[in-house]
């Protein structure tokens, strides 16, 4: 009904800057907030970073200045770009979009599947 499709992770450099996307598509009648997790192995899956309908952002502290999350309303995809990337910032990176679809026209909250970032020392 709603499907999610992630791109752009990667094996990057510290220092080095990736851009990942995330892609909606399916039966979809609005988005609102959209938003960026990370799970890096052995800990909990953390807040990256959400961008809300209005445009409004949020942060984790630890990828404050780093980070930028970016929507396309028309196309339905969420951009995370990352910049001067540090090896603690290694994990698989998911979306999580809010969206009213499917046959039911309900509110809920979907995954990706998830993109590798590796970021080598």
């Known amino acids: 009904q709603v499907q999610l499709v992630e791109s752009g992770g990667g094996l990057v450099q510290a220092g080095g800057s990736l851009r990942l996307s995330c892609t909606a598509s399916?039966?979809?009648?609005?988005?609102?907030?959209m938003g960026w997790y990370r799970q890096a192995p052995g800990k909990q899956r953390e807040l990256v970073a959400t961008?809300?309908?209005?445009?409004?952002?949020n942060y984790a502290d630890s990828v404050k200045g780093r980070f930028t999350i970016s929507r396309d309303d028309a196309k339905n995809i969420v951009y995370l770009q990352m910049n001067s990337l540090k090896p603690e910032d290694t994990a698989v990176y998911y979306c999580?979009?809010?969206?009213?679809?499917?046959?039911?026209?309900?509110?809920?909250?979907?995954w990706g599947q998830g993109t590798q970032v590796t970021v080598s020392s």
């Open positions: 999580k979009p809010h969206v009213r679809g499917g046959w039911t026209r309900r509110w809920d909250d979907y």
């Open positions: 399916g039966i979809i009648f609005s988005i609102n907030d």
């Open positions: 961008i809300s309908s209005g445009g409004s952002t």
